[in-house]
């Protein structure tokens, strides 16, 4: 009797550790079948890519004419001001509901278009989206600014990521959208040099797009819609994306065009507002790094917009770690590049109390020199 259930409790025995290693080996199977995905489906957007423009109006630009700029990180719809993101070390990968995402992008396109722009660069624009509940966002503003030509560059093309595993940030797709009052008649996609660690996987397709615009004087006006690296960016990565936008920019002057570059830098642009607007203390995040000024000083005819209007430096950006509130870290990373050809004539960074986005627009005023 007894060697009976000895053999039965063997037995058993023998059933649990089957399962069990059919449990691993399952887990196993699911893992790396998942981590095979997301490798093969990982590629990178050709570079020098042609776009196609969507021109609504004959229009030109004129020398000695003021016109208007406006840059504005959307943050795909997601950052209302209590928004906190994982990568930033807050809680939060998705946005809270289709209609926050919808809300938050129509907050942002009023924003802008109170300041009526001649031309508008916007980042973080998703079009089918897991985190944004594959809301259109590149529709909806081409619907509020119905008038303007447009074009679109891709900068994010992920396969499902399951993180974090409680709420996947899922697949993204997303891109650079810039706006003109003006006849468009080329558009090129530049990919920029991006980390090849294993925190591509989560960073962007990063690239600048270049949009030109026929000038009356038979020049062109170049316009640059940026979103530099913040994620998995090391300073020799981040030097050589600025090199690229820098020489572009340089090339273009030298064949005697005007250049306007704007968007989201990843930088603390004036270089010392992560001191001046948090306390007067030094305050580092991987993805705040001081603007390169060294090497912007190898280009003579490129030049940083950092003279505000009203003397007053206004932060662009919050670590979204935390809800946001007044204290809270801040710092200036979206902003405007311009050649020596092009005068400014108003600058400035406008409050929104991060309502709508985890980023605050940014406005500048110019004329292109006869």
């Given at each position: ?70 840059t504005q990180n959307i943050g795909f719809g997601a950052y209302t001001a209590d928004f906190t993101f994982f990568m930033d070390g807050g809680k939060e990968s ?186 007067g203390e030094e305050v580092e995040f991987g993805w705040a790094m001081p603007f390169p000024e060294e090497l912007l000083k190898n280009y003579k005819n490129v ?68």
């Amino acid at each position: 009797m007894q060697k009976i259930k000895k053999e039965n409790k063997k037995m058993i025995l023998k059933r649990i550790l089957r399962i069990m290693l059919c449990v691993l080996l399952a887990l196993v199977i699911i893992v790396g079948g998942y981590v095979l995905y997301v490798v093969l489906s990982y590629s990178r957007i050709e570079d020098n890519l042609a776009l196609t423009p969507e021109s609504k109006t004959e229009n030109v630009v004129k020398t000695g004419e003021e016109y208007t700029v406006v840059t504005q990180n959307i943050g795909f719809g997601a950052y209302t001001a209590d928004f906190t993101f994982f990568m930033d070390g807050g809680k939060e990968s998705r946005a809270r509901s289709k209609e926050s995402v919808e809300n938050c992008v129509n907050k942002a396109a009023e924003k802008v278009a109170s300041l009526n722009p001649d031309f508008a660069l916007f980042q973080e624009v998703d079009t089918s989206s897991t985190r944004s509940y594959h809301v259109d966002e590149r529709k909806m503003l081409k619907e509020s600014f119905f008038a303007y030509s447009s074009v679109f560059a891709v900068n994010y093309h992920s396969a499902y990521l399951f993180y974090p595993i409680f709420e996947p940030h899922g697949a993204s797709n997303s891109g650079i959208l810039t706006l003109a009052n003006k006849k468009i008649t080329s558009s090129l996609r530049k990919s920029l040099p991006i980390s090849t660690s294993f925190s591509k996987f989560l960073d962007l397709d990063r690239c600048f797009s270049i949009t030109r615009m026929p000038t009356e004087n038979g020049k062109e006006l170049v316009l640059y819609n940026v979103h530099l690296s913040a994620y998995g960016g090391s300073d020799e990565i981040r030097h050589a994306q600025m090199t690229a936008l820098f020489s572009d920019m340089q090339k273009e002057y030298e064949a005697g065009n005007y250049c306007v570059a704007g968007g989201d830098f990843n930088h603390d642009f004036t270089g010392d507002s992560t001191k001046k607007l948090n306390g007067g203390e030094e305050v580092e995040f991987g993805w705040a790094m001081p603007f390169p000024e060294e090497l912007l000083k190898n280009y003579k005819n490129v030049e940083r917009a950092t003279e505000y209007t009203d003397g007053k430096l206004t932060p662009t950006c919050r670590n979204c770690d935390v809800p946001y509130k007044e204290g809270n870290f801040t710092i200036i990373v979206d902003g405007f590049l311009i050649t020596s050809n092009v005068t400014v004539s108003y600058l400035e960074n406008i409050s929104t109390a991060f309502v709508y986005s985890d980023h605050n627009p940014a406005v500048m005023k110019f004329t292109l020199s006869a």
